[in-house]
Protein backbone atom coordinates (compact mmCIF):
# COMPACT_ATOMS: atom_id res chain seq x y z
CA UNK A 1 0.00 0.00 0.00
CA UNK A 2 0.71 3.55 -0.67
CA UNK A 3 1.40 6.04 2.23
CA UNK A 4 -1.69 8.22 0.55
CA UNK A 5 -3.76 4.95 0.94
CA UNK A 6 -2.61 4.07 4.52
CA UNK A 7 -3.72 7.97 5.72
CA UNK A 8 -6.32 7.09 3.88
CA UNK A 9 -7.16 3.53 5.61
CA UNK A 10 -6.46 6.05 8.95
CA UNK A 11 -9.06 8.28 8.19
CA UNK A 12 -11.31 5.98 7.34
CA UNK A 13 -10.99 4.34 10.78
CA UNK A 14 -11.55 7.72 12.82
CA UNK A 15 -14.43 8.86 10.81
CA UNK A 16 -16.18 5.62 11.24
CA UNK A 17 -15.12 5.88 15.47
CA UNK A 18 -16.79 9.44 15.49
CA UNK A 19 -19.91 7.97 14.23
CA UNK A 20 -19.86 4.91 15.70
CA UNK A 21 -19.87 7.87 18.84
CA UNK A 22 -22.72 9.31 17.68
CA UNK A 23 -24.87 6.66 17.08
CA UNK A 24 -23.99 4.22 20.18
CA UNK A 25 -24.46 6.15 22.62
CA UNK A 26 -24.42 4.91 26.16
CA UNK A 27 -22.54 1.80 24.73
CA UNK A 28 -19.20 1.10 24.79
CA UNK A 29 -17.38 0.70 21.87
CA UNK A 30 -14.99 -2.28 21.36
CA UNK A 31 -12.54 -2.49 18.68
CA UNK A 32 -14.55 -5.80 17.38
CA UNK A 33 -17.34 -3.52 16.33
CA UNK A 34 -14.76 -0.66 14.94
CA UNK A 35 -13.80 -3.34 12.36
CA UNK A 36 -16.85 -4.49 11.48
CA UNK A 37 -17.91 -0.66 10.71
CA UNK A 38 -14.40 -0.08 8.52
CA UNK A 39 -15.06 -3.78 7.16
CA UNK A 40 -11.56 -4.84 8.02
CA UNK A 41 -10.06 -7.03 10.28
CA UNK A 42 -8.85 -6.50 14.03
CA UNK A 43 -5.03 -6.77 13.08
CA UNK A 44 -5.93 -4.24 10.50
CA UNK A 45 -6.97 -1.95 12.65
CA UNK A 46 -3.71 -2.82 15.12
CA UNK A 47 -1.83 -1.86 12.11
CA UNK A 48 -2.88 1.68 11.94
CA UNK A 49 -3.33 1.95 16.05
CA UNK A 50 -1.58 -0.03 18.86
CA UNK A 51 -4.69 0.35 20.69
CA UNK A 52 -8.11 2.08 20.64
CA UNK A 53 -6.74 4.31 23.16
CA UNK A 54 -4.30 5.76 20.57
CA UNK A 55 -7.74 6.15 17.86
CA UNK A 56 -9.63 8.53 20.29
CA UNK A 57 -6.39 10.65 21.17
CA UNK A 58 -6.17 10.97 16.87
CA UNK A 59 -9.99 12.27 17.60
CA UNK A 60 -8.73 14.33 20.44
CA UNK A 61 -5.61 15.49 18.54
CA UNK A 62 -7.63 16.63 15.59
CA UNK A 63 -10.24 18.13 18.04
CA UNK A 64 -7.18 20.41 19.16
CA UNK A 65 -6.08 21.19 15.84
CA UNK A 66 -9.08 22.45 14.27
CA UNK A 67 -9.92 24.74 17.65
CA UNK A 68 -6.84 26.31 18.22
CA UNK A 69 -5.76 26.87 14.78
CA UNK A 70 -9.01 28.96 14.62
CA UNK A 71 -8.43 30.50 18.03
CA UNK A 72 -5.06 31.50 16.97
CA UNK A 73 -7.08 33.19 13.74
CA UNK A 74 -9.68 34.91 16.47
CA UNK A 75 -6.87 36.47 18.52
CA UNK A 76 -4.73 37.86 15.67
CA UNK A 77 -7.57 39.39 14.21
CA UNK A 78 -8.93 43.01 14.59
CA UNK A 79 -11.66 43.31 17.03
CA UNK A 80 -12.53 44.43 20.85
CA UNK A 81 -12.87 42.12 23.58
CA UNK A 82 -16.42 41.30 23.32
CA UNK A 83 -16.23 40.67 19.50
CA UNK A 84 -12.92 38.34 20.38
CA UNK A 85 -15.05 36.57 23.34
CA UNK A 86 -18.11 35.96 21.13
CA UNK A 87 -15.87 34.68 18.14
CA UNK A 88 -14.14 32.28 20.01
CA UNK A 89 -17.23 30.57 22.04
CA UNK A 90 -19.59 30.46 18.61
CA UNK A 91 -16.42 28.50 17.31
CA UNK A 92 -16.98 25.60 19.97
CA UNK A 93 -20.56 25.69 19.59
CA UNK A 94 -20.45 25.34 15.66
CA UNK A 95 -17.58 22.63 16.25
CA UNK A 96 -19.86 20.47 19.15
CA UNK A 97 -23.31 21.74 16.35
CA UNK A 98 -21.15 19.80 13.67
CA UNK A 99 -19.80 17.16 15.40
CA UNK A 100 -22.01 15.14 17.37
CA UNK A 101 -19.91 11.96 18.03
CA UNK A 102 -16.82 14.38 19.18
CA UNK A 103 -19.31 16.10 21.67
CA UNK A 104 -19.26 12.12 23.60
CA UNK A 105 -15.50 12.69 23.88
CA UNK A 106 -15.36 16.25 25.13
CA UNK A 107 -17.78 15.82 27.93
CA UNK A 108 -16.51 12.96 28.68
CA UNK A 109 -19.17 10.78 28.32
CA UNK A 110 -17.59 8.25 25.96
CA UNK A 111 -14.58 8.07 28.23
CA UNK A 112 -15.46 6.26 31.32
CA UNK A 113 -13.89 3.11 31.57
CA UNK A 114 -11.34 4.45 29.20
CA UNK A 115 -7.65 5.45 29.81
CA UNK A 116 -7.29 8.03 32.76
CA UNK A 117 -4.94 10.41 29.93
CA UNK A 118 -8.13 10.81 27.85
CA UNK A 119 -9.86 12.33 30.78
CA UNK A 120 -7.43 14.59 31.54
CA UNK A 121 -6.24 15.63 28.41
CA UNK A 122 -9.93 16.48 27.46
CA UNK A 123 -9.86 18.97 30.41
CA UNK A 124 -6.65 20.63 29.50
CA UNK A 125 -7.90 21.47 26.39
CA UNK A 126 -10.73 23.26 27.97
CA UNK A 127 -8.35 25.15 30.72
CA UNK A 128 -6.40 25.74 27.52
CA UNK A 129 -9.18 27.44 26.03
CA UNK A 130 -10.35 29.53 29.18
CA UNK A 131 -6.78 30.28 29.45
CA UNK A 132 -6.82 31.85 26.27
CA UNK A 133 -10.44 33.75 27.33
CA UNK A 134 -8.64 35.15 30.28
CA UNK A 135 -5.33 36.01 27.86
CA UNK A 136 -8.40 38.54 25.37
CA UNK A 137 -9.72 39.77 28.42
CA UNK A 138 -6.19 41.04 30.30
CA UNK A 139 -5.40 42.21 26.62
CA UNK A 140 -8.55 44.30 26.41
CA UNK A 141 -7.79 45.63 29.77
CA UNK A 142 -4.48 46.86 29.08
CA UNK A 143 -5.32 48.28 25.13
CA UNK A 144 -8.64 48.78 24.71
CA UNK A 145 -9.37 50.20 28.09
CA UNK A 146 -12.16 47.57 29.52
CA UNK A 147 -13.06 46.43 32.71
CA UNK A 148 -15.09 43.41 33.42
CA UNK A 149 -17.84 43.64 35.42
CA UNK A 150 -16.10 41.13 37.79
CA UNK A 151 -12.77 39.47 37.59
CA UNK A 152 -11.12 38.12 35.08
CA UNK A 153 -10.75 34.47 35.88
CA UNK A 154 -14.26 34.57 37.04
CA UNK A 155 -15.53 36.02 34.04
CA UNK A 156 -13.47 33.74 31.74
CA UNK A 157 -14.61 30.13 33.83
CA UNK A 158 -18.51 31.78 33.43
CA UNK A 159 -18.27 32.27 29.40
CA UNK A 160 -16.90 28.44 29.74
CA UNK A 161 -19.58 27.11 31.95
CA UNK A 162 -22.00 28.49 29.82
CA UNK A 163 -20.65 26.99 26.39
CA UNK A 164 -19.58 23.78 28.16
CA UNK A 165 -23.15 23.29 29.52
CA UNK A 166 -24.81 23.88 26.51
CA UNK A 167 -22.45 20.89 24.82
CA UNK A 168 -23.70 18.69 27.34
CA UNK A 169 -27.24 19.22 26.88
CA UNK A 170 -26.91 18.10 23.52
CA UNK A 171 -25.36 15.52 23.85
CA UNK A 172 -27.95 14.53 26.99
CA UNK A 173 -30.83 15.84 24.23
CA UNK A 174 -29.49 12.61 22.04
CA UNK A 175 -28.27 15.34 19.86
CA UNK A 176 -31.84 16.81 19.10
CA UNK A 177 -31.57 20.19 20.73
CA UNK A 178 -28.31 22.09 19.39
CA UNK A 179 -26.32 24.09 21.24
CA UNK A 180 -26.67 27.14 19.36
CA UNK A 181 -30.27 27.36 20.63
CA UNK A 182 -31.12 30.67 22.15
CA UNK A 183 -27.30 31.70 21.82
CA UNK A 184 -27.99 35.08 20.07
CA UNK A 185 -30.52 36.08 22.69
CA UNK A 186 -28.27 35.13 25.58
CA UNK A 187 -25.24 36.11 24.29
CA UNK A 188 -26.48 39.89 24.90
CA UNK A 189 -27.00 38.85 28.80
CA UNK A 190 -23.49 37.80 28.99
CA UNK A 191 -22.13 40.90 26.96
CA UNK A 192 -23.34 42.88 29.20
CA UNK A 193 -21.32 41.46 32.25
CA UNK A 194 -18.42 41.06 29.57
CA UNK A 195 -17.01 44.70 29.08
CA UNK A 196 -17.45 48.05 30.22
CA UNK A 197 -15.62 50.22 27.95
CA UNK A 198 -13.28 52.85 30.46
CA UNK A 199 -13.20 56.90 29.81
CA UNK A 200 -9.69 57.30 30.16
CA UNK A 201 -8.87 60.97 30.92
CA UNK A 202 -6.22 62.81 29.04
CA UNK A 203 -5.58 64.86 32.51
CA UNK A 204 -5.95 62.04 35.11
CA UNK A 205 -4.20 58.88 35.83
CA UNK A 206 -7.28 57.54 38.03
CA UNK A 207 -9.63 55.13 36.75
CA UNK A 208 -13.40 56.59 36.14
CA UNK A 209 -16.09 55.79 38.26
CA UNK A 210 -18.34 53.06 36.80
CA UNK A 211 -21.62 54.31 36.22
CA UNK A 212 -23.87 53.05 39.09
CA UNK A 213 -26.70 52.12 37.37
CA UNK A 214 -24.80 49.92 34.75
CA UNK A 215 -26.85 46.52 34.19
CA UNK A 216 -26.75 43.88 31.86
CA UNK A 217 -27.70 45.18 28.67
CA UNK A 218 -24.74 46.15 26.91
Known sequence: MTREQKLSRRDQI???LALMLEQGRGQRITTAALAREVGVSEAALYRHFPSKTRMYEALIDYIEQTLFERVTLIVN??????ERCQRILTLLLIFADKNPGLC???TGEAL???HERLQTRMAQLFD????QLKQVLRTGEIEQGYRPTIGVS???NLLMATVEGRINQYV???FRRSPQTHWEDQWPLLQGHLTVATQASEHS???PERHPDHGLDS
Open 14 to 16: LQA
Open 205 to 207: DHA
Open 104 to 106: RLM
Open 128 to 131: RLET
Open 77 to 82: EPGTVS
Open 112 to 114: SGE
Open 154 to 156: ALA
Open 172 to 174: RSG
